[in-house]
């Protein structure tokens, strides 16, 4: 490693005790800014209609955040565990009940939530207990669990992720062209449904690691590289600002011709829709890049770094929380639309909707089930003593 990588590297890493990785800060403001954006972009769904061309502009390049999630799983993944032998029953004790025990919890509080509001009205007991059934294995009980249900995909396949990594050494290249190669296509039969498969049958790939291995393996990759990639992009942030700023305009471009077409917005702004993959790998560079200048710069103990270090130990709380919050704010949206109309509306609802999801959270993390509810080990004050 040069000089100029090993000074670009020290300021965005950690080191840790016991030969742990060293801990990434940029990875922090990565998982926030994407987390924020998955907040925004279903605020904006909720508050304009399907057929709104102007929302579905601003929706499309939203739905970044489902391949940013798997690329940072992936290479959170790799980057911890690229200097270790994976024992899988190990590795799974250890991973999959920080992600299950929260699925299986909001599964079924929004199963039980969506008969109370009348969301779901299945008409026997029986019924009810086959939907249950059907969310926790579809995970659609509500419309971000199936994230938790990939997520858990991941942890399961990961100890073969590694063998294949370190199988490949050397032609990591050829493999995420292979990777990418399948991903198109998989992007193209979920768009046009070849073969004449039912459009329901391909709703549900959404809720398995097939439209996202590509990303997963994408982060993967650069996780076995990161001092290389880290050093590429520290030297290169001004080409991928710029690359952020192009694709950006093609993308959106390209769905209002799109809609011109004849299109429906909401189908023109679908998250498979093949156009969007650039788009996707830009903007994950581009918000790295972002996040590895920021964490250059950041003062440990400065009022920055605690804020982004607490909103980084909430956001996955905060992504469970957020729908149910969005929920209570349902009823108030018709009077703030009458009142104030859009785009003032998506603007009031989405600090709303952050404000009363970090007050839910910050109650669940304080209950015996927080680790069940929100995923992280429940706040416990700490009492002075003499």
Not at 43 to 62: I, K, M, R, S
Not at 89 to 105: E, I, K, N, Q, S
Not at 152 to 159: G, N, T
Not at 328 to 349: Q, Y
């Amino acid at each position: 490693m040069t000089t100029a990588q090993a000074t670009l590297e020290a300021p965005a890493r950690t080191p840790r005790p016991g030969g742990k990785a060293p801990y990434l800060h940029q990875i922090d403001l990565f998982r926030l800014v994407t987390f924020a954006c998955v907040i925004l972009i279903h605020v904006v769904g909720a508050t304009n209609f399907a057929q709104d061309v102007g929302a579905n502009a601003v929706e499309t390049p939203l739905h970044f955040t489902r391949e940013a999630f798997f690329a940072l799983t992936g290479f959170v993944l790799v980057f911890q565990n690229r200097g270790r032998e994976i024992v899988p029953g190990d590795f799974w004790r250890r991973r999959l009940p920080l992600v299950a025990t929260p699925y299986l919890a909001w599964t079924m509080f929004f199963w039980a939530f969506s008969l109370v509001t009348g969301t779901q009205q299945p008409g026997s007991l029986e019924a009810s207990m086959r939907l249950l059934l059907t969310d926790l294995v579809t995970g659609g009980a509500w419309y971000h669990l199936y994230f938790l249900l990939v997520t858990m995909q991941v942890y399961l396949l990961f100890p073969w992720i590694m063998k294949l990594l370190r199988a490949t050494e050397g032609k990591h290249k050829w493999l995420l062209l292979g990777s990418g190669a399948v991903q198109v296509v998989v992007t193209l039969f979920m768009t046009y449904q070849w073969f004449g498969v039912s459009y329901e049958t391909v709703t549900h790939l959404y809720a398995t690691v097939v439209p996202y291995q590509f990303y997963t393996l994408f982060g993967a990759v650069v996780a076995m590289h990161f001092e290389t990639v880290h050093a590429w992009v520290g030297r290169h942030r001004l080409l991928l600002g710029g690359a952020l700023v192009a694709v950006l305009a093609g993308t959106e471009w390209y769905y209002l011709r799109t809609v011109h077409s004849g299109t429906f917005p909401q189908v023109a702004s679908d998250p498979f829709q093949p156009y969007l993959i650039p788009w996707f790998l830009t903007v994950i560079a581009a918000i790295y890049a972002f996040a590895t200048w920021w964490s250059g710069r950041r003062r440990e103990g400065g009022r920055g770094a605690r804020l982004v270090s607490w909103a980084a130990n909430r956001s996955f709380s905060v992504f469970l929380v957020h729908p149910l919050a969005l929920a209570f704010l349902g009823p108030v949206i018709p009077h703030v639309a009458e009142r104030f109309g859009a785009p003032w509306l998506s603007a009031i609802i989405y600090v709303a909707t952050l404000t009363l999801t970090v007050l839910i959270v910050e109650v669940l993390r304080r209950l015996p089930g927080s680790r069940a509810l929100t995923g992280r080990p429940r706040l416990v004050r700490v009492k002075a003593t003499a």
